[in-house]
Nanobody, 125 residues
Framework: QVQLVESGGGSVQAGGSLRLSCGAS????????MGWFRQAPGKEREFVAG????????YYADSVKGRFTISRDNAKNTVYLQMNSLKPEDTAVYYC??????????????????WGQGTQVTVSS
């Protein structure tokens, strides 16, 4: 059973930074791509960033390019999302996601199979 647990959310003023973490358990973490998504009130969940199983390839939504960085530490079974220059429109619940196919080449449209419970990020102006 794959389990994903996010942490690091909170409230910050515009221009500030937060780092989200997602710890994974239940299988060999390093074999699978990981992603971050977010859902704002009244909106659909949207892709934010993705990272390949090796960490060698990353993908970002246009709205966060240059501000957010996804990374992973396979020794710690953890994926991170460093968020800088935060804007009020970044306010959302952020979800960690894991792929179900080992060593798959992923993209911004990859459908992930496993999800965390989400962590709230609130950016005030």
């Amino acid at each position: 059973q794959v389990q994903l647990v996010e942490s690091g959310g909170g409230s910050v003023q515009a221009g500030g930074s937060l780092r989200l973490s997602c710890g994974a358990s239940g299988r060999t973490f390093s074999n699978y791509a990981m992603g971050w998504f977010r859902q704002a009130p009244g909106k659909e969940r949207e892709f934010v960033a993705g990272i390949s199983w090796s960490g060698g390839t990353t993908y970002y939504a246009d709205s966060v390019k240059g501000r957010f960085t996804i990374s992973r530490d396979n020794a710690k079974n953890t994926v991170y999302l460093q968020m800088n220059s935060l804007k009020p429109e970044d306010t959302a619940v952020y979800y960690c996601a894991a792929d179900s196919v080992p060593f798959r080449v992923v993209s911004t449209t990859t459908r992930y199979a496993y999800w965390g419970q989400g962590t709230q990020v609130t950016v005030s102006s």
